[in-house]
């Protein structure tokens, strides 16, 4: 308090006597003790008002003990429970933070983790993965800037994130408790399996599996890859002292449409501690890309041969070659490309009205452009007898799907009769055309698009030159080949856009994050913020279902689905605003990462525990890990000055005092009739 605030108060002191003196006893004409008690109450009420209106600040200090912060790291993940050691983790923790000394020394706080990290909570080894290094980074963020030491009773393996040996600070000494059996048990296991999510049918797709071996002697093993029952793979593999990996390469075949779940399985004869590393599950989903097209023509020309070479450079493409009365039914095709249709495919276009099939015509000198003008409502054509050169012009905001220019301007002309063509409807070109270097205005290369008919023209005969200018630049045809497939792939296709769409993988692997998005768009196909999506799955073994909502994010909705078991499963989306449904299947492989450990890993909590400057230490003598602690002189508790300041109208008794004294000056005077 200063010398300023002292005076005043002294002041207010002798104008509270003063003026009670001056009220209740100078101006007195009998004196009694009544008065003097009134006096006394009035010096007191004015002394109170007094201190309010001068309002001095109070000046409180206080000393506080800081102690170390000690975090204990607990592993709540399954793996813990998979080895057996929960019990005597639950014993270990427990010891550790009821110990006296050690929180007399320490303020001593429990931490768990596996995917997450939580404070406080007890475990109950139900995690399905370990991060380690989270729960370091969780306590640089706390204790920043403290110095402290760490206990972390755990197993080491880490099944997430980055390697946490360079995950705690460099001022954290580190002292690990291993739990689990430390003993070199003869274990096999299917370490990985690396296979593409999809894979054509008929075709052979790769499979590479790790295999992993810890023992101290020799053993032989059988590899094998399963399909429900059926053996599809089997192999002999061998593992020594030095040599505890093996990398096994396979080609499967594709043979069915779907997905096709497949077990990769290591057996011996040697008895092992864990057999659930054994196996591992994983799939593929087949897809059926062939595309059966039909060049139907009833002439003879060398673009046939080269358009047929070039589409069935595409092993998922067949090509049949068929002159106009050949063609039985078109419902064994999924593409027509009509070469220079004239009067003969009349009858082929008649049935295609009903067909519907996708077209992709080309036209030429011996084309009957009025049969072309009945039949599509893309293009009009206004043809004269007299042939021309036209020479192709790329158009690079073509955008139904990606072509790369592969010198289209420099190809060989095409031969085409003169005249006008006009585009009747929606278009998208891809190539122009021009004459001796003068642009037409007329299409050489166009497609349309209409809903899920789609359809394409090339106006011009001798392609073929084409795929050979091809070759004589890149000594390959392959970029001629795959700008043929790319528009048989876009003809083949008739998927229209849709209002939901939804985005799922076909099988998952129990433990991981089950996500699914959907986009719901309106008439006008944009994206509609205020849909209300909710998704029901089913297991399709046991019945059971369950309903979740979607939740929006960014320019997209999504659900998580927490809690799926292994097994196979339908849903359905739906979009409760317009009853828009979509519905589909996946399938969550059983397979649980904290079941793949037989022993701690302990080289890498030896190498945290020396980085750090700790020691490694087991459950049998965690006491000698608490002594040395308890007795470290670098970890000494500090004290604090807290200095608080307080102004005293902030005293509520201050107002009660002073409501007080004058209602017992009202009573007193009251009492006696000074009234």
């Not at 509270?16 to 008065?35: E, H, N, P, T, V």
């Not at 499967?252 to 057999?275: C, D, F, H």
């Not at 493409?317 to 003969?344: C, F, G, H, I, M």
């Not at 608490?626 to 807290?642: F, G, H, P, V």
Request: neutral net charge.
């Amino acid at each position: 308090m200063t010398t300023s605030m002292v005076l005043l108060l002294i002041v207010a002191v002798f104008a509270a006597f003063g003026l009670s003196f001056y009220q209740y006893i100078f101006k007195a004409k009998k004196k009694g003790k009544a008065l003097f008690f009134l006096a006394f109450l009035r010096f007191c009420s004015y002394l109170a008002i007094f201190i309010l209106l001068i309002n001095p600040i109070i000046t409180h200090k206080d000393f506080e003990v800081e102690k170390t912060p000690l975090p204990v790291l607990v592993d709540n993940s399954a793996s813990i429970k998979e080895l057996g050691q929960d019990s005597l983790v639950n014993n270990l923790y427990k010891e550790i933070v009821e110990d006296k000394a050690l929180n007399d020394k320490f303020d001593v706080q429990l931490f768990t983790f596996d995917e997450g990290f939580n404070m406080g909570e007890e475990p109950d080894y139900k995690g399905k993965q370990t991060h380690i290094a989270q729960a370091a980074q969780n306590l640089k963020q706390l204790y920043r800037g403290k110095k402290y030491p760490v206990l972390l009773i755990s197993d080491g393996n880490q099944t997430l994130g980055n390697d946490y040996i360079y995950s705690f600070t460099e001022d954290t000494q580190v002292y690990p408790i291993v739990v689990g059996d430390t003993t070199l048990y003869p274990d096999l296991k299917v370490n990985q399996v690396n296979v593409n999510k999809y894979a054509l049918l008929k075709n052979k797709f790769p499979v590479e599996v790790f295999l992993q071996y810890s023992g101290n002697k020799n053993i032989d093993a059988e590899f094998s890859i399963k399909q429900g029952n059926t053996v599809v793979y089997k192999q002999k593999v061998s593992f020594t002292q030095n040599n505890k990996a093996q990398v096994v390469n396979v080609l499967l075949e594709a043979k069915k449409v779907g997905v096709q779940t497949y077990k990769a399985v290591i057996t011996s004869a040697e008895k092992e501690k864990n057999t659930y590393n054994n196996t591992k599950n994983f799939a593929v989903e087949v897809i059926d890309q062939r595309s059966e097209v039909a060049i139907v023509s009833n002439i003879t020309h060398p673009d046939l041969g080269a358009l047929k070479r070039a589409i069935e450079n595409n092993k998922q493409r067949n090509v049949t070659l068929l002159k106009p009365n050949e063609v039985k039914s078109l419902q064994d095709y999924n593409v027509l490309l009509l070469y220079q249709p004239d009067a003969t495919f009349r009858n082929l276009l008649e049935q295609n009205k009903t067909a519907g099939l996708n077209t992709f015509v080309i036209t030429g000198l011996h084309t009957d452009f009025n049969l072309l003008n009945r039949y599509q409502d893309l293009l009009s054509f206004k043809m004269t007898s007299q042939k021309e050169n036209y020479t192709a012009k790329y158009n690079s905001l073509f955008n139904l799907f990606a072509v790369d220019d592969i010198g289209f301007e420099q190809f060989p002309p095409l031969q085409n009769p003169f005249g006008t063509v006009t585009v009747k409807s929606s278009a998208n070109e891809l190539l122009g055309s021009s004459i001796r270097n003068l642009d037409t205005d007329s299409p050489l290369f166009v497609f349309s698009e209409n809903g899920a008919s789609r359809n394409a023209f090339l106006l011009g005969e001798d392609i073929w030159k084409w795929r050979m200018e091809t070759y004589l630049k890149n000594n390959s045809f392959e970029q001629f080949d795959v700008f043929i497939d790319k528009t048989i792939q876009f003809l083949a296709s008739n998927s229209k856009r849709k209002s939901l769409i939804v985005n799922h993988e076909s099988f998952y692997n129990s433990g991981e994050l089950i996500g699914i998005t959907a986009q719901f768009f309106n008439k006008n196909y944009e994206f509609d913020e205020n849909a209300r999506l909710t998704i029901s799955i089913k297991n399709t073994t046991t019945g059971e279902s369950k309903t979740y909502d979607f939740l929006k994010g960014n320019n997209e909705y999504k659900v998580n689905l927490d809690g799926i078991t292994a097994g196979k499963y339908s849903f359905t989306v739906k979009e409760n605003n317009s009853n828009t449904v979509y519905s589909s299947s996946f399938e969550v492989l059983d397979f649980e990462i904290e079941k793949q450990f037989v022993n701690p890993d302990l080289k890498r909590l030896q190498q945290t525990a020396l980085k750090t400057g700790g020691d490694v230490y087991y459950p049998n003598n965690t006491k000698t890990l608490l002594e040395k602690l308890i007795s470290n002189d670098n970890y000494k508790a500090t004290q604090k000055e807290i200095t608080q300041k307080s102004p005293l109208i902030d005293w509520v008794w201050l107002l009660v005092i002073l409501a007080i004294t004058l209602a017992i000056e009202w009573f007193v005077r009251k009492y006696n009739g000074l009234m």
